[in-house]
C-alpha cells in the first residue's frame, strides 16, 4: 500500500496541470505543479476519508490523459504482447488502465502529508525519452525513491512506467500475466483482468 500510495501521490504530481504537462520539460513540469497538487489533495477531506469515486475522479481527470496504456500493458505482457489480436490489445489496455486507475485511486484515499524532494535530471533538447527522478518523503517512515519513464508524443510527454525503489511497476505485473495467458490464453487474461476490476469496484479484496 505505501508503494502504490507513493506512485499516485507522485503521479499526479508530475501530471497535475494538463496546459503545464504540454508545455515544460519533464523535470520542470515535476517541479512547477507539485504544489497546486498538493493544496487539492491536503484540503480534500472526502478523498482523505475514504471517498474512492471522487478519488477515481480526481485520476481520470489529473493523471489519464497523461498515460501510454497500450505502452504500459505491452511492457507488463512481455514477449505475449505479440501474441494478441489488435481487438484483444484494445481490450487488454483498457482493463490494464481501468485496474491501475481504481489501484492508485484506492492508495489515495490513504494520503497523509507526503512531500517530495528532487533529484537532478538530464534532459535536453531534442530528447523523446526522459527519467525523472524524485524522492517521495513520509512522516514516520523511510523515503521512497521514485523515477519516472516518459516519452514525448508530439508536444507532449507522457508516463509509460513507474520504477519504485527499483522495481518497475508495470513490469511487475508480468509474471502474472505470463502464468495466466500459459494456463488460459490472450482471452483468459482479459477475463481475469475484468473479473478483478469487478471485484475492486465491489469493494472487495
Do not use: C, H
Not at 535536453?124 to 519516472?148: F, H, R
Amino acid at each position: 500500500m505505501k508503494s502504490l500510495l507513493s506512485l499516485l501521490f507522485a503521479l499526479l504530481v508530475v501530471l497535475g496541470s494538463p496546459a503545464l504537462a504540454q508545455e515544460l520539460a519533464p523535470d520542470a513540469m515535476v517541479r512547477q505543479v507539485t504544489e497546486d497538487v498538493l493544496t487539492v489533495v491536503r484540503q480534500d477531506k472526502d478523498i482523505q476519508g475514504g471517498n474512492t469515486r471522487k478519488a477515481i475522479d480526481l485520476v481520470e481527470t489529473k493523471v489519464l490523459p497523461y498515460f501510454n496504456f497500450q505502452r504500459m500493458t505491452a511492457l507488463a505482457m512481455g514477449v505475449d504482447w505479440k501474441k494478441a489480436s489488435p481487438e484483444q490489445k484494445k481490450r487488454l489496455s483498457e482493463e490494464f488502465k481501468t485496474l491501475l486507475v481504481r489501484t492508485y485511486s484506492n492508495a489515495l484515499t490513504s494520503y497523509k502529508n507526503q512531500t517530495v524532494v528532487y533529484k537532478p535530471s538530464k534532459v535536453t533538447a531534442g530528447d523523446t525519452e526522459a527519467v525523472v527522478k524524485t524522492e517521495i518523503v513520509q512522516p514516520g517512515n523511510k523515503p521512497v525513491q521514485l523515477d519516472y519513464s516518459l516519452e514525448k508524443q508530439g508536444e507532449s510527454w507522457k508516463v509509460y512506467d513507474v520504477i519504485v525503489a527499483g522495481v518497475s511497476l508495470v513490469t511487475n505485473y508480468r509474471d502474472t500475466f505470463k502464468q495466466e495467458v500459459s494456463n488460459n490464453g490472450i482471452e483468459g487474461l482479459i477475463t481475469m483482468l475484468a473479473n478483478r476490476n469487478k471485484q475492486l469496484e465491489s469493494g472487495k479484496k
